[in-house]
Nanobody, 116 residues
Framework: VQLQAFGGGLVQPGGSLRLSCVASGIVFSINKMGWYRQAPGKQRELVATIDIGSRTNYADSVKGRFTISRDVAENMVYLQMNSLKPEDTGVYYC???????????WGQGTEVTVFS
């Protein structure tokens, strides 16, 4: 599975961005897709996931502000980010959990910078 993420950029606090990720390869075995982020000097952390049944999971820090969605037919996953805060700054990585062995695949990352 190959993942390509895009849509990052510079935005002021309170602004919005929409991240997109397209999956290619043997995509029919993807169980779950999601977004993780890594801020400078910090570990990578979960932002949001969506599984094959469209059940979603969010980090507490983004609940009510971010929305993850998935277009299975187009092999896409999106992250709508509203009310962005400086602490949302980081590199955002698309993730896919694949197959019965639950292998993790990662995209190349897209950078989000929230500045005033």
């Amino acid at each position: 599975v190959q993942l390509q993420a895009f849509g990052g950029g510079l935005v002021q606090p309170g602004g919005s961005l929409r991240l997109s990720c397209v999956a290619s390869g043997i995509v029919f075995s993807i169980n779950k897709m999601g977004w993780y982020r890594q801020a400078p000097g910090k570990q990578r952390e979960l932002v949001a996931t969506i599984d094959i049944g469209s059940r979603t999971n969010y980090a507490d820090s983004v609940k009510g502000r971010f929305t993850i969605s998935r277009d299975v037919a187009e092999n896409m996953v999106y992250l709508q980010m509203n009310s962005l805060k400086p602490e949302d700054t980081g590199v955002y990585y698309c993730n896919a959990v694949w197959g019965s062995r639950r292998l993790y695949f990662w995209g190349q990352g897209t950078e989000v910078t929230v500045f005033s």
